[in-house]
């Protein structure tokens, strides 16, 4: 059998850190008067920062303003998040056996690059990953499929070969919209938020469910 592409989602996929993208987002949209619940603010976490700023203020801010707005997020995300930056359990034994197999890796996140390399190079995971798709490297985001196909497409791979691993459902649409299976992490939601979906593998904690060990 030919081996399968990894394509990984980053935030809530590689390392656990949505709680503190939710309240950045917060805490920026109420400074700006959205006066919204965290509930609300969790919902909209999906996609690319100019696309939740739209669905919260539509038509209120020009791209170079929203542009500004972001970094500007994604700094104080940054600075708070940094000292617990790390790979979600499992996570580097398993990135490690699967570049030892010869698997092509790569991520394919709505996050801007500033995120993206806030974590290949404060973990020096750089090296296992053979393509990176970014918020900036598509016109829509997930739930769109552009974001998967796209890796793929870097990776020489047919989207039928490759395996999405994703943290939410908006993700694992994005991973079917794609034409690809998928392995669901629970760090944001629950099990049953998945039901509808028949592009899943399985459904795990982390990566050290013995269930994974069948992709090698």
Known sequence: ??????????????????????????????????????????????GKGEELLERIFPGRFPEEEKKTMILEK?????????????????????LEKAHNQGLKMAIGSAAIMYNIDFVLDGLNIGHYIDAVVSADDVEISKPAPETFLKCAELLGEDPANCIVFEDSPKGVESAANAGMQCVVLTTMHSEEEFNSYRNIICIVKDYTDPRLKALF
């Not at 935030?11 to 993208?21: A, E, K, P, R």
């Not at 104080?76 to 996570?91: C, D, E, M, S, W």
């Open 1 to 46: 059998m030919k081996k399968p592409a990894l394509l990984f989602d980053l935030n809530g996929t590689m390392i656990d850190d949505m709680q503190y993208h939710i309240s950045a987002w917060h805490s920026l949209s109420n400074s700006l008067g959205a006066n919204i619940s965290i509930e609300r603010m969790t919902a909209e976490c999906y």
């Open 74 to 94: 994604e700094t104080a995300y940054q600075t708070v998040f940094r000292p617990h930056l790390k790979l979600i359990n499992g996570l580097p034994e398993f």
